[in-house]
């Protein structure tokens, strides 16, 4: 028999390259499907966010000027130094820790653990009048709750039935308002994220715990609290962010008023940028905004890989 000559060299790896792409190529071709979703991000939130940053370095005004004007920080130091915005900052810290932290974050574990244990009537009752808030738009919202708070609302219709004082809510405390507002608005969301996590719970944990002779405050806080931590940070974030860019409920309730007692960044932002037409301005509170924001997602975030950890 006459044996095969040997293939020239190079010609099986020059073979195996045509046959399959190079790891540069499969790469590439595995990135294609995501492409639109790229092109949409860049176009819709990358674009606009960049030129939002140039505005921000701008005295760029909605009317009187023809152009804008490169400024550096001066938009920055002007903020720093102006005290309706500390006020802003200091009263947006307020309303996120009051409705979203404390408020929102508390009711709905609290509903969420309530309902374990209630009836199943009791139960779609409870969820029905809890969403409904939360599925409202946020101007139907605000509406409904300056017809609870203001002077001749509900609230006060209620208390003058009970004999009890009343006063003009929105005026005397409007930041207390806005926030028990939120509250009512936003637990829900809350309340189904816990309600998902505690339903997570193995029935193992919580049983033995209950042999050991744990009450069911003891259960709830040493089995079912360490467990659903994970989503206790995770809804923070959530709802911490959320609540950082309300607008329209407080708009409608107060308009940042009386004076500014109830002037949020949002609220701050919008004035300056639209009715006081100084939109390099108002750009650059909404990059302090965003920096906010994105303070609160690292300290969540942290938290979260040291529970992971």
């Not at 409608?252 to 100084?278: C, D, H, V």
Request: charged share 10%; hydrophobic share 50%.
């Amino acid at each position: 028999m006459t044996a095969l000559a040997p293939a020239p060299h190079g010609t099986g790896a020059r073979r195996r390259s045509r046959e399959a792409p190079a790891p540069a190529v499969r790469t590439l071709l595995r990135g294609l499907p995501t492409l639109p979703a790229v092109v949409l991000l860049v176009v819709f939130l990358a674009g606009p966010i960049a030129y939002c940053v140039y505005y921000a370095f701008t005295d760029m005004q909605l009317t009187g000027a023809s152009g804008a004007r490169f400024i550096g920080l001066d938009n920055f130091t002007r903020a720093f130094k102006d005290s309706d915005f500390l006020n802003a900052v200091k009263l947006t810290l307020v309303f996120v820790v009051g409705s979203a932290v404390i408020g929102q974050n508390t009711l709905g574990l609290a509903l969420a653990i309530l309902m374990q244990k209630a009836t199943k009537p009791v139960r779609a009752l409870v969820s029905a009048v809890v969403i409904a808030a939360w599925v409202l738009p946020e101007v139907v919202a605000g509406y409904l709750m300056y017809a609870f708070f203001y002077d001749q609302g509900s609230l006060n219709s209620l208390l003058d039935a009970l004999h009890l004082p009343g006063q003009n809510w929105l005026y005397t405390m409007p930041i207390l308002a806005v926030c028990l507002a939120n509250v009512w608005r936003g637990t829900a969301f809350s309340m189904m994220v816990f309600t998902a996590a505690i339903n997570d719970v193995p029935q193992e944990l919580t049983e033995a715990a209950e042999m050991d002779g744990a009450n069911p405050w003891q259960r709830l806080w040493r089995v079912v609290l360490p467990v659903i931590r994970p989503s206790i940070l995770t809804n923070l974030m959530l709802i911490t962010l959320q609540t950082l860019s309300v607008f329209g409920l407080i708009y409608t309730m107060t308009r940042g008023g009386p004076g500014n007692k109830s002037e949020t960044l949002p609220i701050f932002m919008y004035q300056q940028a639209f009715q006081n037409s100084l939109i390099g301005y108002g750009t650059a509170i909404a990059l302090v905004l965003l920096v906010v924001g994105a303070l609160f997602s690292v300290v969540y975030i942290r938290l979260l890989k040291l529970e992971d950890d």
